[in-house]
């Protein structure tokens, strides 16, 4: 169920800028936030391309998930774009236009704290809108055969998350991490950064990923003996 809570939506206050690399395309890429109107939500536009085609930040145009979060929309792609996403919603920034001169978001470290450095030098502004929110009236269950992941959605009085993960791997074992407000994101989240083992970078690479990947951006685990 969808209701107007009792906050106001916000944008950012000024335009602000990164450049960097994007991690499976390998080029060189920059990035602009841009303040939005009210419900806009997160809006991508490839500036790069003829009539700067925008394309919505909407699980619905998701078409991957593999190594990154692509959105797709006429044939337009939109690469790797859940450290961005993630910057976004940790600072609950409502309405932002975010333009790339590629397909993919600058990888930076690896991590969303570069783009929240970012967006908070330029501080908020509140809009006249309310915010829209969704409630939990029910437990939503989602899992995936294929890959084994799971989702679990239950009503609670509070923004909560709580992941676990088991990459059926002695040097991580099994990890847990909880969110227990909003708030804590940039502290507790945001320096989190992309990592990989190292057997799987010949794979990446066959499979035309990773170009613009190393160890500046992303941590690799050994997590099996490899030949001298």
Known sequence: MIIKSESKQTTISKKVSLKGVGLHTGLEVEINFLPADVNNGYTFRRIDLEG????????????????????????????????????????????VIIELSTS?????????????????????????AFREVFVVKDVISYSDEETGNEITIIPSEEYQITTMVDFGTKVLGTQNATLQHLSDFKEEISNSRTFSFLHELETLLEHGLIKGGDLNNAIVYVDKPISK
């Open 52 to 95: 700067m085609p925008i394309i919505k930040a909407d699980a619905n145009l998701v078409t991957n998930t593999q190594r990154g979060t692509c959105l797709e929309k006429n044939g337009v792609s939109i690469q790797t774009c859940e450290h961005v996403l993630a910057a976004l919603v940790g600072l609950e920034i409502d309405n």
């Open 104 to 128: 993919e978001p600058p990888i930076m470290d690896g991590s969303s704290k570069y783009f929240v450095e970012a967006l908070e030098s330029v501080g908020t502004i509140e809009q006249e």
